[in-house]
């Protein structure tokens, strides 16, 4: 008995190493939302998260706030937005929906899937790994300008 408790709290420490919190920090380009591809949008959609501060593009309009992420967990805060017509709009809604419904955020080396609170995958990103693709520390100030945040 003593020996199958042993096997058993060794199996749950490899584990709780294992499955460290990934960092979610950088520039994740959205793939797809709501089960609608973001290949076709007027611009890349994609998010940025920084130090508690997120901003992206939702294919026409840019947006821009602040989140926590805890253990998996993912939340938006004092979320603003442009308000442009654009060629994509039904992507963009796609964007907005899934980020609204997000709930859990489970990254896999440079994959990530977000899910709503029920568990249904709402949007699927892959992380830019490309330093031209990624304004850390900075604020974002065009496709492919950026400048210092002030």
């Keep these: 008995m003593k020996r199958i408790f ?4 060794c199996a749950a420490l490899a584990f ?4 460290k919190t990934a960092d979610i ?8 939302a709501c089960g ?7 611009k890349q959609a994609y ?3 920084n130090d508690g501060k997120v901003n992206g593009n939702a294919s026409v309009n840019s947006f821009f706030g602040g989140y926590s992420y805890d253990n998996g967990k993912l939340s938006f805060s ?4 442009t308000r442009m017509m654009g060629a994509s709009m039904e992507i963009e809604d796609s964007v907005m929906s899934a980020i609204n419904k997000l709930a859990t955020f ?12 029920e568990g249904n995958a709402v949007m699927t990103l892959t992380k830019v790994t ?5 304004c850390e520390g900075k604020a974002e100030c065009g496709d492919d300008c950026c400048k210092d945040a002030q």
């Excluded at 042993?6 to 709290?9: F, G, P, S």
Aim: proline share 0%; charged share 25%.
């Design 6 to 9: 042993y096997l058993i709290a």
């Design 16 to 19: 709780s190493c294992a499955t």
């Design 25 to 32: 920090s950088g520039k994740w380009n959205i793939d797809s």
């Design 36 to 42: 609608l591809s973001t290949e076709n949008g007027e």
């Design 47 to 49: 998010l940025i998260f």
């Design 78 to 81: 004092a979320m603003g937005m």
């Design 106 to 117: 489970r990254i896999d080396g440079d994959k990530a899937v977000a899910y709503d609170a």
């Design 130 to 134: 490309d330093e031209a693709g990624v």
